[in-house]
């Protein structure tokens, strides 16, 4: 079936209800060519609170003069909501929008220009600006990427680097017809977004990569802007560490795009020794930086340790990497098996 032209405002929340108010009203507030068709599809995840009845309510609250669709998907995690919305999405420019995120007045009718005229976009990223509950701690602007904060590509609007870098998921635009694709070839996730003591995460990364697999680019326009709100507990230093430690858990696949990318013929025995590679170059990192690493296992919650979160991020990744060597084998052949059959279509 062919794709139909327009754009569908895509908002995965998860006991969203009294996030969503605010977020809502700045996507109701959408200065859009009456030939543009667009719809919003909002999908509450595992919710257990009232996130339904509220988007529901705001529908009508703020006179919504497009489709509204509220859909619910029972299994937790990120990925399943995006699966589930895109797949529902009625049009070819899906925008993610995060529950804090507030998009500027001109966000789809920008996305309806830049898609139109760049079909080889993949994913298209924008540039958040962080507003805050509370005022920012003095370590925030050092981490503003790890909160999917600032400008993306350098500030340079356009392609990003082939097989290079990656978009925040937060505000940015999957084409639908590139999904179908991976799909229709065998895609599956191998990443999860979950809360708990960490912070897991990397769908976006994952489908980034996957995307650039299948032939499509990466792409930031920096005229693409919307405020990105934090909440006072999420500018906690443990709640940073927490961040990084998930990155460093869910980078997995990451690493295996990356030697795929750079090796197109790699064989298993060839990634193996590669992956092994990587280990012992992670531990003779570590082992460069004892003070480094006495600082992290001692005075940890020292905030404003600035070492502490990359000494601890790559601690993480010697240690996820470490155990989880043939998981990693399991994704190469998986990701490898994609290749393969997007190679042959």
Same mark, same amino acid.
């Given at each position: 079936?062919k794709?139909?032209? /327009?754009?569908?405002?895509?908002?995965?929340?998860?006991?969203?209800?009294?996030?969503?108010?605010?977020?809502?009203r700045y996507?109701?507030?959408?200065?859009?060519s009456?030939?543009?068709?667009w719809?919003?599809?909002?999908?509450?995840n595992?919710?257990?609170?009232n996130?339904?009845?509220?988007?529901?309510?705001?529908?009508h609250?703020?006179?919504?003069?497009?489709?509204?669709?509220?859909l619910?998907?029972?299994?937790a995690?990120?990925?399943?909501?995006?699966?589930?919305g895109?797949?529902?999405?009625?049009?070819?420019?899906?925008?993610i929008?995060d529950?804090?995120?507030w998009?500027?007045p001109n966000? *789809?009718?920008?996305?309806?220009?830049?898609?139109?005229?760049?079909?080889?976009?993949?994913v298209l990223?924008?540039?958040a600006e962080?507003m805050?509950?509370?005022p920012?701690?003095?370590?925030?602007?050092?981490?503003q990427?790890?909160y999917a904060?600032?400008?993306q590509?350098?500030?340079?609007s356009?392609? *990003?680097?082939d097989?290079?870098g990656?978009?925040?998921?937060?505000?940015?635009?999957? $084409?639908k017809?590139?999904?179908?694709?991976?799909?229709?070839h065998?895609?599956?996730?191998t990443?999860?977004?979950?809360?708990?003591?960490?912070i897991?995460? /990397?769908e976006?990364?994952?489908?980034?990569?996957?995307?650039?697999?299948a032939g499509?680019?990466l792409w930031?326009?920096?005229?693409?802007?919307f405020k990105h709100?934090?909440?006072?507990?999420r *500018?906690t230093?443990?709640?940073l560490?927490r961040?990084?430690?998930?990155?460093?858990?869910?980078?997995?696949?990451?690493i295996?795009?990356?030697?795929?990318?750079?090796?197109?013929?790699?064989?298993?025995s060839?990634?193996?020794?590669?992956?092994?590679k990587?280990?012992?170059?992670l531990?003779?990192?570590?082992?460069?930086?004892?003070?480094?690493?006495l600082?992290?296992?001692?005075r940890?919650?020292?905030?404003g340790?600035?070492?502490?979160?990359?000494?601890l991020? *790559?601690?993480y990744?010697?240690?996820?990497?470490?155990k989880?060597r043939?998981?990693?084998?399991n994704?190469?052949?998986?990701i490898?098996?994609? $290749?393969?059959?997007?190679a /042959?279509?």
């Open positions: 079936m794709n139909v032209n /327009g754009i569908t405002v895509l908002i995965c929340t998860h006991n969203g209800a009294n996030r969503l108010a605010d977020t809502l996507v109701a507030a959408q200065q859009v009456s030939a543009v068709a719809e919003v599809l909002l999908i509450s595992a919710s257990s609170d996130t339904v009845e509220v988007a529901k309510g705001l529908q609250s703020l006179g919504f003069q497009v489709p509204f669709r509220v619910e998907e029972p299994v995690g990120k990925e399943n909501a995006l699966i589930r895109f797949n529902d999405a009625a049009y070819e420019n899906i925008v929008i529950d804090d995120n998009i500027a966000y *789809l009718a920008l996305v309806d220009e830049i898609m139109s005229a760049h079909p080889e976009i993949g990223g924008g540039h962080g805050f509950e509370v920012a701690p003095a370590w925030f602007d050092t981490f990427a790890v904060v600032g400008p590509n350098g500030g340079k356009g392609p *990003l680097p097989h290079e990656y978009l925040y998921g937060a505000g940015s635009v999957v $084409r017809s590139a999904w179908l694709k991976l799909v229709a065998g895609f599956k996730f990443t999860s977004t979950k809360r708990g003591k960490i897991v995460s /990397g976006d990364v994952e489908l980034g990569d996957a995307l650039q697999l499509y680019k930031y326009d920096d005229r693409l802007r709100f934090m909440f006072k507990e *500018l230093w443990s709640y560490l961040i990084g430690q998930g990155t460093a858990s869910s980078q997995l696949t990451s295996v795009y990356y030697f795929i990318f750079r090796n197109p013929d790699l064989t298993e060839q990634f193996r020794f590669l992956y092994n990587r280990l012992v170059w531990a003779a990192q570590m082992a460069k930086q004892p003070g480094n690493l600082n992290a296992a001692f940890r919650n020292q905030e340790l600035i070492s502490n979160f990359e000494t991020r *790559l601690y990744n010697f240690q996820t990497s470490l989880q043939e998981e990693a084998v994704v190469f052949r998986q490898s098996a994609l $290749r393969q059959r997007l /042959g279509s």
